[in-house]
């Protein structure tokens, strides 16, 4: 997809998240995302934690939070999140 989302950024590894950010590891090929705290408080997005939890218990592989879903999934919740 060729635009940018408010809010959710791709980011390299050896890139650190800023703060009030997290970085999250999304889709088959493991992309990273970084993506503001304030996320954490949604339903739509405690749904995907939920989910996170029961794919991967606390064990992730990537070292950050991996998120057990499609990217087109992830960037359509985080989508409506940055609306709200």
């Given at each position: 997809m060729g635009f940018c989302l408010p809010g959710i950024r791709k980011a390299s590894k050896a890139v650190d998240a800023p703060n009030g950010y997290l970085a999250v590891y999304?889709?088959?090929k493991m992309k990273r995302f970084?993506?503001?705290?304030?996320?954490?408080n949604q339903p739509s997005f405690q749904d995907l934690l939920t989910q996170a939890e029961e794919?991967?218990?606390?064990?992730?592989?990537?070292?950050g939070l991996?998120?057990?879903c499609s990217e087109d999934v992830f960037?359509?919740?985080t989508c409506?999140?940055?609306?709200?």
């Open positions: 999304v889709g088959e970084v993506i503001p705290v304030s996320y954490m794919d991967f218990g606390y064990d992730h592989p990537m070292g991996t998120i057990p960037q359509r919740i409506c999140l940055n609306w709200q």
